[in-house]
């Protein structure tokens, strides 16, 4: 590991096998908790910059996945699939050497982090899903893929705006402007465009892990799971969410009330859930 800086967050890069890192930061003292992002966001929108965690007891590790933010592409384009994703979570924890985490994933990272668990649940103290969509299997929806194509396309030719130019939000009108706001400075976090727009192609198309939601009958590790209602974050369906937490053993489902924000918007409300969730372990 090489940190850079003193001051509080500390960030660090984890060297990748054949060239390349992942950028990431520390910050806080206690047990820790490592955040894990969706596909074409960065570390910093796991809680969306909240700092209640480490305010309040806890040491959290937060980096960009491989392709995203200031970590580097990588090294072939087919390479963003859920193994890939889960291998660099492994060489992350062993690198920085942290026998046992909580993780705490949004969507792709949620599905990373789940994986990982089931592969692991030695090294995973509490896991926490944000907003999940995984099924464990690859989408194989013709116009869902079709969609995600097209964003990848955007990207490649037009940049962050050729993105929002083949998006077509599926959030209810007062929700719009806020949403492409959001995706837009997400968007612009990046370091390589190209390479985002690769993991968009692939991670849909991935399996995260096998046995579908049967297999999450075997999960031994305390989780909460956060969803969205539909009409607010279709993309992530709260169905999924409301499944995991119909197998998922020792589970807590946490959803925002009808009509307001979703609770995975709100970086403080989501990081203070999180904190009693950990409180009561």
């Known amino acids: 590991m090489t940190t850079t800086g003193d001051a509080d967050p500390t960030g660090f890069e984890v060297p990748l096998p054949g060239g390349g890192r992942l950028a990431g930061q520390i910050a806080g003292a206690g047990a820790t908790i490592l955040l894990l992002h969706g596909v074409t ?10 700092r209640h965690l480490e305010r309040h007891g806890h040491r959290v590790v937060a980096y960009d996945a491989r392709g995203h933010g200031d970590s580097s592409p990588a090294p072939s384009p087919e390479a963003y699939e859920y193994r890939d994703l889960v291998g660099d979570l492994e060489r992350l924890l062993d690198d920085l050497e942290l026998e046992r985490v909580v993780l705490a994933g949004s969507s792709m990272g949620a599905a990373t982090a789940l994986a990982f668990a089931l592969e692991h ?10 907003t999940p969509s995984s099924r464990g299997a690859p989408k194989d929806d013709a116009d869902e893929l079709a969609a995600w194509d097209s964003l990848a396309r ?10 929002l130019d083949a998006w077509e939000p599926r959030v209810e009108e007062r929700w719009r402007e806020s949403v492409i706001s959001a995706t ?11 390479a985002v727009a690769d993991a968009v192609e692939v991670v849909p198309r991935s399996r995260a892990w096998d046995g579908g939601l049967d ?17 607010s974050d279709p993309g992530h369906p ?20 009808e009509g307001e924000s979703p609770l995975a918007w709100q970086g403080a409300r989501l990081s203070r859930t999180i904190a009693e969730f950990l409180g009561v372990r």
């Not at 649940?121 to 944000?130: I, K, N, S, T, Y």
């Not at 297999?215 to 009409?231: E, H, K, M, Q, Y």
């Not at 709260?238 to 009330?257: F, R, S």
């Open 41 to 50: 966001a960065t570390r910093h929108n796991v809680v969306q910059g909240s």
């Open 121 to 130: 649940p030695e090294r995973v103290d509490a896991l926490v899903q944000v």
């Open 154 to 163: 955007g990207l490649r030719e037009g940049g962050v705006e050729g993105f």
């Open 184 to 194: 837009r400075q997400r968007l612009e976090a990046h370091l390589h465009l190209d």
């Open 215 to 231: 297999a999450l009958n075997t999960l031994n590790v305390p989780t909460l799971v956060v969803g969205s209602r539909d009409d």
């Open 238 to 257: 709260l169905e999924v969410a409301m499944a995991y937490a119909e197998v998922i053993p020792q589970v807590e489902l946490a959803v925002e009330e």
